[in-house]
């Protein structure tokens, strides 16, 4: 496989990812960036550590949607993430039924 190819090949997985991204946004109420990971959910609890130095995130999440194009089952029911780094959790706007 030469390298054009695998570009290629990698272009056509994230358009894929980002169309499958529209499609299930709407069934989630959270968006959730981490350092390493974008993600999807429908609960999230953060808890700050601060007894550590530096101070340490969790997050949990239940219900989620990981965004990685290698991943071959994109849906899960939790992830637990933790990190030292910045953590930004957006609730998303209401439905419109």
């Not at 609890?45 to 101070?55: E, G, Y």
């Amino acid at each position: 496989m030469s390298e054009e190819d695998l570009e290629r090949y990698e272009a056509e997985i994230e358009l894929a990812l980002v169309q499958e991204y529209r499609t299930v946004l709407p069934l989630f109420n959270y968006v959730v960036e981490s350092e390493r990971r974008f993600y999807l959910a429908n609960e999230v609890k953060v808890t700050v550590r601060d007894a550590t130095s530096p101070t340490c995130i969790e997050i949990e999440l239940d219900d989620a949607w990981v965004w990685d194009m290698y991943r071959p089952a994109r849906f899960v029911s939790s992830v637990r993430v933790v990190t030292f780094k910045d953590v930004n959790v957006e609730e998303l706007p209401d439905k419109e039924i």
